[in-house]
């Protein structure tokens, strides 16, 4: 070959080799998707979400890109776990308590309502105690780190309330009425009243009612309205000071695949991981809000509002079963330190709710 093919071959390779070096100031773009299997417009799995979405696009200047999939259409509330352990998507909301099994620690207290403590602690409280209780616990965090997820943002669920097709007031009006109940706990609270608790799923409850199945639904505010339950049940009734009750610990949690999460620089993970813990705290603000909008929304809606007195909660209360022993006792069984885990969070509540404790 002549000196001059020579020298155009070199040129030519010099020409690829730059091309294909990494460009100073040009940042790789990670896309990563988050399934909820609520609809886009529920506050907790869907506002919010948006929300955590957009700051951490801003804060990593684009570079990871999150895209929402909701209403089920990837991942249903029950497929979560196991699709982003498998990466059908790479981020998702979760709810511990439908997988007690793997989180025997994140359900302990997540479904249960303690009416000495959740009709007076706010959301802010129980969403600080849930991330404390987390941080200290080893155990705890094992149980994400063993099925190859991480836990990024906690939010709490907006105040559980009554709405029925008769005005509940007292109470003694719970006594013989059927009402939706879901999970394991929440059943029992309710039979403790005299209620007859019946397992109803989210799409039921409106036709129940307006049936006559059932008389009363316990649930969120926020839920009411996507269902539009209150056109068949016009009456809500508030526990607790004003607001409904609030389950003891943060049962829903936005979860990443530890692998997906690796596709991030190490910068891109330590600032998704500092804006998820930010916001996890942030959400208690918001969904109080959405809470208090939902609240007026069905009342402008011609839905009448009661409060449960005072002296019916702490009757209430002392009937009701002892949430924190049985708890305690489940973990204790399982080779677990649940007597530990119970009386730090029970001290928790107290300090929080006197203010001694200000997360």
Not at 77 to 84: H, K, R, S
Not at 280 to 289: F, I, K
Not at 315 to 328: E, L, M, Q
Request: overall charge positive; charged content about 20%.
């Amino acid at each position: 070959m002549r000196p001059a093919g020579k020298t155009f071959f070199f040129i030519c390779a010099v020409v690829l080799v730059l091309l294909s070096w990494p460009k100073q100031g040009v940042s790789q773009v990670t896309e990563l998707t988050y399934a909820s299997g609520w609809v886009k417009t529920h506050p907790q799995v869907g506002g919010f979400a948006e929300k955590w979405i957009a700051r951490i696009a801003e804060a990593t200047q684009g570079r990871v890109k999150i895209s929402g999939i909701y209403g089920g259409s990837l991942l249903s509330p029950e497929e979560t776990l196991p699709g982003v352990r498998k990466q059908t998507a790479d981020l998702g909301a979760l709810s511990v308590n439908f997988f007690p099994g793997q989180f025997k620690f994140g359900s302990a207290l997540g479904s249960t309502i303690d009416l000495n403590v959740g009709a007076k602690i706010d959301m802010r409280g129980i969403t600080a105690i849930t991330l404390q209780l987390y941080d200290e616990f080893p155990q705890f965090q094992a149980e994400f780190e063993n099925l190859g997820i991480t836990p990024l943002v906690w939010v709490p669920s907006a105040a559980y309330v009554f709405l029925s097709t008769r005005p509940i007031e007292k109470l003694d009006d719970l006594r013989g009425k059927k009402l939706r109940g879901f999970g394991t706990d929440l059943p029992k609270l309710l039979a403790a009243a005299g209620a007859v608790p019946l397992a109803l799923g989210i799409g039921e409850m409106y036709t129940s009612l307006q049936t006559g199945l059932i008389q009363a639904v316990i649930t969120d505010p926020p839920n009411m309205l996507a269902t539009k339950v209150y056109e068949v049940a016009p009456h809500l009734t508030l526990t607790g000071r004003g607001k409904g009750v609030l389950t003891d610990t943060v049962s829903i949690v936005y979860i990443g695949n530890n692998r997906s999460l690796a596709k991030l620089s190490k910068d891109d993970q330590a600032l998704v991981r500092k804006i998820s813990r930010e916001m996890s705290l942030e959400s208690a603000a918001y969904m109080t809000l959405e809470w208090e909008k939902a609240i007026k929304e069905l009342q402008d809606k011609g839905v009448k509002t009661y409060t449960l007195p005072q002296a019916d909660i702490e009757k209430w209360a002392a009937i009701s079963p002892d949430w924190y022993a049985a708890a305690a006792e489940k973990l204790n069984k399982e080779g677990l330190p649940g007597s530990k885990f119970i009386e730090r969070y029970k001290a928790l509540a107290q300090d929080y709710m006197a203010g001694k404790w200000k997360p």
